[in-house]
């Protein structure tokens, strides 16, 4: 019986090991501008370089740009710069990224296959998971927007707000 609970406590504590050893990797997300599941609304800067990345649902966000310009050949379209609302009442879901820092990266051949990508499923699905206090498997996410060949700008983001 003795024997037995030893056992049973050293798988645990190994168990307890391999689980706590597991380091979180970083994830990269590469931006591309005619992607059919997302669209880039604004990268933002402001006088102390904080800047914000918006990618809105496609879908709903071309049927409400299709609807600002009817409304607007009607004279019916406003839109109040205070409140930063108009009044169509449209709601289209989107994911809000704040930029931590920014840097100009030059990735070698292979390189970009060695990486943890994620897609935009993926970033709905887990980017809120840190601020919301929820279990996430993850370090740091990191948007890639390439340059040309083999240049990319990397944005470090954090806090992802949800919009609806």
């Not at 379209?77 to 609302?85: K, R, T």
């Not at 169509?88 to 840097?103: G, P, Q």
């Not at 897609?119 to 887990?126: A, G, H, R, S, V």
Request: charged share 25%; glycine share 4%; net charge positive.
């Amino acid at each position: 019986m003795n024997v037995k609970n030893k056992k049973i406590g050293i798988i645990f504590l190994f168990c307890t090991f391999i689980s706590f050893s597991q380091k979180k990797q970083n994830v990269y997300f590469i931006l591309e501008d005619d992607n059919p599941q997302y669209s880039i609304s604004h990268i933002m800067f402001g006088e102390k370089t904080i800047g914000f990345i918006n990618l809105s649902n496609r879908k709903e966000y071309e049927h409400y740009q299709k609807k600002i310009k009817e409304a607007k050949k009607r004279g019916e379209y406003y839109f109040d710069p205070e409140g930063g609302a108009d009044n169509l009442n449209i709601k289209v879901s989107k994911l809000t990224f704040e930029i931590l820092s920014r840097k100009k990266i030059k990735l070698e051949k292979g390189t970009l296959t060695k990486l943890k990508l994620v897609n935009y499923k993926w970033l709905n699905k887990n980017s809120w998971k840190p601020i919301a206090k929820q279990p996430y498997n993850f370090k740091d996410i990191y948007f890639l927007s390439k340059i040309d060949n083999n240049n990319y700008i990397s944005y470090k983001v954090g806090v992802t707000i949800i919009a609806f």
